[in-house]
């Protein structure tokens, strides 16, 4: 399991998710549920309770390293996102596949390629340059602490509100995954699929920190 770490910017801090956050994730939650469109966000402490548990389960498994996300102005806890899908390529892989094992996300190496998900803000926090930081801070530590090959971001293709901040960051378009999971509101969706990769970082740094100036 990789260590869970602080990430910090000038508006927002990444702090590691823990039970002690279900309260003040679930009050931003509330705020103006409006916003969420084709994002699934809890609702009520119950439902936040499940959503971390479930979140810091998958941490111990090694499938994610999941963060919430506090404003600084008000040190409120305004939303959460999470680096999951981690992979860890070894080289040669084994061949013919499946009868070596490599090492994995678990054996505490860095990750090869990950994804950002996973993510939502309360309503005063959308649209305020939080996100863009705070997506400045995961990609810094992906690929230069990490020195990570790619970075993966998706969302429900009908999602135009995520799709332009997807892009807003200098994300390259991939192409559409049909049917390719359940949605909020009860279909199956088309999944969106951007990615930045190793070569474009430094293009895409120098854009992200132009919009903090």
């Known amino acids: 399991m990789l260590s869970p770490l602080v990430l910090e910017g000038q508006s927002v801090r990444l702090e590691p998710l823990t039970a002690d956050h279900i309260e003040a994730l679930a009050a931003a939650a509330v705020e103006d549920r409006s916003r969420y469109g084709f994002t699934w966000v809890p609702e009520g402490l119950d439902e936040t309770s499940r959503y971390v548990l479930e979140a810091l389960t998958q941490q111990e498994a090694g499938r994610s390293l999941p963060w919430v996300a506090r404003r600084l102005a008000d040190d409120r806890v305004v939303g959460t996102t999470r680096f999951w899908d981690m992979d860890v390529f070894s080289w040669p892989p084994p061949w013919p596949p499946g009868t070596g094992r490599g090492p994995e996300p678990s054996d505490d190496r860095p990750p090869s390629v990950l994804e950002i998900g996973s993510t939502w803000y309360a309503a005063s926090a959308q ?32 999602n135009s509100t995520s ?38 970082w430094p293009a895409v740094r120098s854009r992200l920190l132009r919009c903090q100036q």
């Open 163 to 200: 799709r332009r901040a997807i892009e807003g960051l200098g994300a390259s378009f991939e192409g559409i995954r049909r049917l390719h999971s359940a949605a909020r509101d009860g279909t199956i969706r088309d999944t969106a699929c951007y990615s930045i990769t190793a070569p474009e």
């Open 127 to 158: 649209r305020t340059g939080i996100n863009r930081e705070a997506k400045l801070l995961q990609l810094t530590q992906a690929f230069q602490a990490w020195h990570v090959l790619r970075v993966s971001l998706t969302t429900d293709v009908r």
